[in-house]
C-alpha cells in the first residue's frame, strides 16, 4: 500500500469513528430516555397494582364499649368490610358484631324472660378532608333481641319508638400530635333519643356527644391515652346517653401493645371505663385478628 492509499484508508476511518462519536450522544439519550420511560411505566404499573380498594378486619372483644355505654356485656365477634378511595380520602364500610354470649329481654306478648344473641350491621361512610380532620356518617343498626321481644324485625326502620336504628354525624380533629377532639350528633330522635312531652309529643333531643382523647406515654409497643366525654341536648332536658341533663359519661384510659407471636404482630388493646352519671366501670379487652 503507497502513502497516498494509507492516508486515504487513515481518513476513512477517523470519518467513521467521528460518525461514530457524532452519534454516540443521540443514541445514548434516546437509550436513557427509553429506560426512564420503561422504568416509570413499570413503576406506575406497580403503583396501580399496590392499589387495594376493598379491606376486612376482625376483632375479638371482652364486651363492647361505646360513648360510655356498656352495648353487650360479654364476649363477641366484630367484623368490618370497606371499600377506600384510592386517594384513601373516602371510606364506605359495614361493621358487625355478633355476641358468643347471651343476654335476656322480656318478650312483650308472654311477659317471659328469652335469651337473645348480640346483633348489629352498621354502615358507614367517612371522608378525610386531611390528615387532622374527618366528617363521618354512620348509621347505628342494632337489633338485639327485636325478634325476641315479639316486635317485627325491619332493617332500614328509623322509627322513633322503634328502638334500635338511628344516624350519628361525627367529626374528628386532631389539634396536635397527640390530641384528637371527637364531636357526634344524633340525627332524627332513632332508638329513643326524644323526650315525651306533657301533651304526649315526642320532642327530638338532637343529643351531641363531646370527648377529647390525648395520648400520655408511649414506649416501644405501648402507648397509653386518657379520655373524656359527655353528652348534652339544647333541646331537651334528656338525652339519648344520660336521664337528666348533660353530664360527663365516658373517662378513662386506653394501653395499646402489639402481642407477638413469632413474626407476627397482633394489635390489643385494654380500656377502662368509667361512666360517672351510671357509676358503672368496666374493662374492656380489644384484641384485632387480621
Not at 403503583?47 to 376493598?54: A, L, N, V
Not at 376483632?59 to 363492647?64: A, D, E, F, G, V
Not at 356498656?70 to 364506605?92: C, M, Q, W
Request: glycine share 8%.
Amino acid at each position: 500500500m503507497n502513502r497516498q492509499e494509507h492516508n486515504l484508508v487513515k481518513n476513512n476511518v477517523n470519518k467513521t469513528s467521528q460518525n461514530w462519536s457524532n452519534l454516540h450522544l443521540p443514541m445514548l439519550c434516546c437509550l436513557l430516555f427509553f429506560g426512564f420511560n420503561v422504568t416509570s411505566a413499570q413503576e406506575e404499573k406497580e403503583t396501580q397494582d399496590d392499589y387495594k380498594p376493598f379491606n376486612m378486619s376482625a376483632h375479638i372483644k371482652n364486651m363492647h364499649t361505646w360513648h360510655g355505654f356498656v352495648v353487650h356485656p360479654g364476649a363477641i365477634f366484630a367484623t368490618s368490610l370497606e371499600y377506600n378511595s384510592r386517594d384513601s380520602k373516602l371510606t364506605l364500610g359495614l361493621w358487625g358484631g355478633a355476641g358468643l354470649t347471651t343476654i335476656d329481654v322480656v318478650n312483650n306478648n308472654t311477659g317471659d324472660y328469652v335469651s337473645a344473641n348480640y346483633q348489629e350491621l352498621s354502615i358507614y361512610a367517612k371522608y378525610r378532608f386531611s390528615d387532622n380532620f374527618f366528617i363521618e356518617a354512620v348509621s347505628h343498626n342494632n337489633f338485639t333481641g327485636v325478634e325476641e321481644r315479639g316486635d317485627k324485625l325491619s332493617y332500614w326502620s328509623y322509627d322513633k319508638d322503634q328502638g334500635y336504628n338511628f344516624v350519628d354525624l361525627n367529626f374528628g380533629v386532631n389539634v396536635s400530635k397527640n390530641t384528637a377532639l371527637y364531636f357526634a350528633t344524633i340525627l332524627g330522635g332513632g332508638s329513643g333519643d326524644y323526650e315525651v312531652q306533657d301533651n304526649g309529643d315526642l320532642e327530638n333531643s338532637w343529643t351531641h356527644y363531646f370527648e377529647i382523647k390525648s395520648k400520655v406515654w408511649e414506649k416501644d409497643d405501648y402507648k397509653l391515652s386518657l379520655f373524656i366525654g359527655g353528652a348534652w341536648s339544647f333541646i331537651t332536658d334528656k338525652t339519648f346517653y344520660t336521664e337528666g341533663q348533660g353530664n360527663i359519661i365516658n373517662v378513662g384510659a386506653s394501653l395499646n401493645k402489639n402481642i407477638n407471636l413469632g413474626k407476627v404482630k397482633i394489635p390489643a388493646e385494654v380500656t377502662a371505663m368509667w361512666n360517672p352519671e351510671k357509676q358503672k366501670a368496666v374493662l374492656q379487652l380489644d384484641i384485632t385478628i387480621f
